[in-house]
């Protein structure tokens, strides 16, 4: 009889191959020797397994012509797609961290603001009114394409960044998130291939893993991708989109310069690319950069966002704004998936806080207040050996590699040992390149007890005396 550790691994591969939809009802399994010679384990083992299953009613025999897989209905893991990572670099799993820590934990790794940096007397200002509000308002649901106000607040905004697009060219959404899950279902199918950046904000990949996609990585540079590589990459993938933030890119806080931009959208039309540009970081911009829907005029860019980094992450709403005729399939979908746009309440609130004229200086405020924060930061990890990647112009994140090339996954699993959630770089990278880099959200490093903390973890680091820089001194240009 098999050893029952190798049986179960093949009973596990099977499992998570028809979890992730590698595998669905009807598809024929390997051979018991074919498999046998990919798991590198004896064909009495891989029969065994076949045998389990089938007495699970997850495959069954058919006499002659091999096993396959039930016609019963199967649940769908997101986190079986794709490669099977560590946990500390796993995109679902650092999400649920940063979510599920509390309030009690420090965490620079996580994606927000502290609650007392946000407008909150604003918010409850516009809590106070919403109780006058009319009585359609606090029962109905929200129109198709969500509140008009908000609508035409948006399209003003989007005017004043040079991008004509009037308000049925946006459609509200539940969130962001949401946002971009309506723009994959609307144009991709399992299989597809999308590119997205190398690094990139890593939800974009778990996301992209539910969808069932491809995906490929382009490696990012100062200024926007790196332009031989993605044309390489259009030529031998064919991708059906590219998601990326063209201004302070997530994790990087680098910004797109205007020749790539060009470059990038003549690409896309040359190869008939689709480009979605989330913007969700426009507000901490000192003064406007080159924006891709902008330039391209929404022909084959579509450009998302929200209001959860800038105004509160509680009020869940998201836009769209692409050209006509794909708002009104959106808008199709949006029915089909959550009946209506998004809380008549939620988009209530958010209009007024938007439009009550406190809104301008609180961003004024939280761009003085990040700049001084970044170089405060950027000090303190300097002393640790750490430095940025690039100087960002603006938001809350600085993408720094660790001295000495220490791994920022293992410094993150032990950080979290101590209640201090970190980012390691390997989280937002497809082709896990980024070992020794992480992401620091300044705001959330105000506590001099995290510095304190990463120092000992990396000096505590095997082999941290012998080789790379020491926390404590300055590496050499």
Known sequence: MAQPSRRMMVINDIRRRITSRALVAGDKLPSVRGCAAKLGVSPSTVAEAYDVLAAEGVIQARRGAGFYVAAKPQPFAVSET???????????????????????????????????????????????????APDAVLTEYGSSKGAAGLRRHISRQLFDQGLACPPDQVLLTGSGSQALDLVCRMLLRPGDTVLVDDPCYFNFQALLRAHQIRIVGVPYTPDGPDLDRFEAALGEHHPRLYLTNSALHNPTG??????????VLALAAQ??????????????????????????????????????????????????????SWIEALTDLQVAVNFSGPSPMVAELLHAVLTDGSYRKHLEALRHRLRRCRAQVQAQLADLGIRPWVQPRGGFYLWCELPGGAD??????AALQEGLVLAPGNVFSVSQSMTPFMRFNVSQMQDAACCRTLARLLEARPGAAEGGIAPGTASED
């Open 82 to 132: 794709g490669p099977q990572l560590a946990r500390e670099v796993d995109p679902l799993w650092v999400a649920r961290q940063s979510l599920d820590s509390g309030t009690g934990a420090a965490k620079p790794g996580c994606g927000w603001l502290p609650e007392d940096w946000m407008p909150v007397a604003a918010l409850r200002r516009a809590m106070r009114a919403l109780a006058a």
């Open 408 to 413: 920022a996954a293992a410094i993150a699993r």
């Open 254 to 263: 680098a910004t797109i310069s205007a020749p790539v931009a060009h470059r």
């Open 271 to 324: 190869h008939d690319l689709i480009i979605v540009e989330d913007d969700i970081f426009a507000g901490f911009e000192p003064d406007l950069s080159p924006r891709l829907a902008t330039l391209d005029g929404l022909e084959r860019v579509v450009r998302t966002g929200s209001f959860s980094k800038t105004l509160s992450a509680s009020l869940r709403c998201g836009y769209i704004a692409a050209r006509g």
